[in-house]
């Protein structure tokens, strides 16, 4: 039995809303203060000492007797002590704190079976209208119906009217379960962030920014603060056999305030039937006024079929994690597609698998690139308002068509659709770098960041579009920021230091880089070259090979050959192997032709000019 509310005296402690109520007002406390009071109150039959206090609610954090004080001087504030003359907490000299008041368990719930209303809510709350939907599932035994109730209770707080313009949509947490579906709670997070990011007048961080956050003891305020956003939707599920709660918190970053909180209940495990009741009671809290269009689109639903939606969403989770897991990303998007074939989501997912294997050299073109413009294409004729496929379109046309001015109107059209997708912004970056607009490509690469800033690929991007205008110092910068959580982050401090004539320091990076994970080719390339201009021509020419022979065997790109043969200083063997890049349209070489300064030693050369014109990177 789980008890979720406490009463004593005019107050009542909503253990799941984290929310402390007078008389229905929320009491606005930070998380850590909420957590103090609860603490009191599940222990008021014995003294709290200090150091248990502090190791209890800091259980990872060193902190100061101070903050403890400060909390409980906060709670007898909120509590009213001094201006009701009621007594709560005492005091216990040199010892630590008790809760003197008399407590009431109002409600416990085991497995919400049906979710009744509790004598608390009658008491406090108003319900809102019931509603019955239909709505039609595929399922092995036939169709079948499913009717929902939901209600919803929102409660106000003193930082109710806040101006909210960036959110983080923190992954929904799963309670009582043994073994909680961490896919149920991305899912649920990512198809509100997909529908939020429609509200041009609010910046939303991206699925693969907030991810991390799946950890039930994750502080969401601290989370928002990572991710530098005014407010946090904090959210859980938990389920029966045939009823869903789902509770939420929108929280302010500055204070940790609860702007409002509420849940909803539903007699279904339809994930369509929880997202529009979801969505519609937080998009009601965000002070900002919806057009039409808007409205609709927060509405949107990309398939009305569940098993495809699962499918979908377990493409979306691993397209966010490991290179390694792209292939069963792979697997899910065409799962999906095959249980809805107009499932333009999908379709979009599958198309930009294919083209990042490609990248990763995890695929081969000749494989993936056919199948992901079929995908992309596929997924625009279904549903051309899609900014995801539009990026995809995009990125096939800047890597492998060269169709240079295509590729910037899919680019703008995505970001025209979805200003808060870090991916268009990020990926527009790389392009406006590759074409030699670098104070654009800055801009770009900064908005992604901030639309997306735990993401490794957008901080890479920073540190390339950097290197790509020249700004060595800058690019050092911003990749020794990441060598912690990314060690492959080396990588770009080696290029880097190439670009200042640093040569043997470079080397240094890239043998560090060569030995953390997800490094692909270029970085023992680039480690051959710097090899190879520091006199070390006996290692360039054992990786040189290593890389010949990875071509026979279509496993390699004639990109990496012709980088080599430029720091052995052999530039005809550079060019010819650059003529077979051109011949076969070679990704690397798109991406880095004009930005990469191991080229610079041969940009003189006539042929190297040739080379771009016919590119249609000159004119």
């Not at 997912?349 to 990763?360: E, K, P």
């Not at 056919?370 to 899609?386: F, G, R, T, V, W």
């Not at 240079?404 to 680019?411: I, L, N, S, T, V």
């Not at 911003?478 to 190439?498: D, R, V």
Request: overall charge neutral; hydrophobic content about 40%; aromatic content about 10%.
């Amino acid at each position: 039995m789980t008890i979720r509310y406490y009463e004593f005296g005019p107050f009542q402690i909503d253990k799941l809303n984290h929310a402390l109520l007078r008389d229905s007002e929320t009491i606005p406390l930070k998380p850590k203060v909420f957590d103090t009071l609860v603490l009191l109150v599940e222990n008021r039959e014995r003294i709290l000492d200090k150091d248990e206090m502090l190791r209890r609610l800091w259980p990872d954090t060193i902190v100061e007797e101070s903050n403890l004080s400060q909390n409980i001087y906060l709670l007898r504030k909120a509590l009213c002590e001094e201006t009701d003359g009621a007594k709560y907490i005492e005091t216990m000299p040199k010892r630590g704190y008790r809760f003197v008041g008399t407590v009431k368990e109002v409600e416990t719930v085991a497995a919400i079976p049906d979710l009744p209303e509790t004598p608390f809510e009658k008491k406090h709350f108003r319900r809102r209208p019931v509603f019955a939907v239909a709505a039609g599932l595929l399922l092995m035994l036939g169709v079948a119906f499913v009717v929902y109730t939901w209600s919803r209770r929102s409660t106000t707080s003193a930082s109710r009217n806040v101006q909210i313009k960036s959110i983080a949509v923190l992954p929904f947490k799963i309670v009582a379960s043994d073994k909680p579906d961490q896919t149920l709670g991305f899912g649920m997070a990512d198809t509100l962030i997909t529908r939020f990011s429609n509200i041009k007048q609010l910046e939303v961080r991206q699925t693969s920014s907030v991810r991390k956050f799946t950890s039930p003891n994750d502080d969401p305020v601290a989370a928002g603060r990572e991710l530098n956003v005014d407010a946090v939707l904090d959210a859980s599920i938990q389920q029966t056999t045939n009823q869903t709660r789902i509770s939420w918190r929108l929280l302010s970053v500055k204070d940790g305030t609860a702007i409002s909180t509420g849940f909803v209940d539903v007699h279904s495990h339809d994930p369509f039937v929880l997202q529009d009741a979801v969505g519609a009671a937080v998009a009601k809290e965000l002070t900002v006024q919806l057009t039409g269009e808007e409205k609709n689109l927060l509405a949107k639903r990309y398939t009305e079929n569940s098993e495809a939606y699962g499918l979908c969403v377990l493409g979306r989770f691993h397209l966010t994690t490991r290179a390694e897991d792209w292939k069963q990303a792979l697997q899910y998007f065409n799962a999906a597609v095959e249980k809805d074939p107009n499932y333009a989501l999908a379709y979009a997912g599958l198309a930009n698998a294919y083209i990042s294997m490609v990248a990763d050299s995890l695929l081969s073109k000749a494989e993936a690139i056919p199948k992901a413009k079929e995908a992309a294409m596929k997924a625009l004729q279904l549903d051309d308002s899609l900014a995801e496929a539009h990026v995809a379109s995009a990125r096939i046309m800047t890597y492998y068509d060269w169709d240079w001015a295509g590729a910037e109107r899919e680019f703008k059209r995505a970001i025209e659709l979805n200003s808060n997708s870090g991916d268009a912004h990020r990926e527009y970056a790389a392009y406006l770098t590759n074409v030699g607009r670098s104070e654009q490509a800055i801009a770009e690469a900064k908005q992604a960041r901030e639309l997306d800033p735990l993401t490794m690929l957008t901080h890479f991007q920073m540190a390339w579009t950097l290197i790509g205008a020249r700004r060595y110092d800058e690019a050092i910068s911003e990749s020794q920021q990441l060598i912690e959580k990314f060690p492959n982050a080396h990588f770009w401090i080696g290029i880097a230091l190439l670009g200042k004539g640093l040569n043997e320091q470079a080397i240094k990076e890239f043998e560090t880089a060569l030995g953390s994970s997800q490094t692909g080719p270029l970085v023992k390339a680039s480690l051959a070259y710097a090899y190879a201009v520091t006199g070390k021509r006996d290692k360039a020419k054992t990786i040189l090979a290593e890389f010949e022979n990875l071509l026979k065997q279509g496993q390699s790109s004639p990109y990496y050959i012709a980088m080599i043969y430029a720091g052995l200083g052999d530039k005809d063997q550079t060019f010819a192997w650059l003529e077979e890049c051109y011949r076969e349209h070679s990704r690397p070489l798109a991406s880095g032709i004009n930005v990469n300064p191991m080229w610079d030693n041969i940009r003189s050369d006539p042929r190297f000019e040739n080379l771009r014109r016919r590119m249609g990177l000159v004119q």
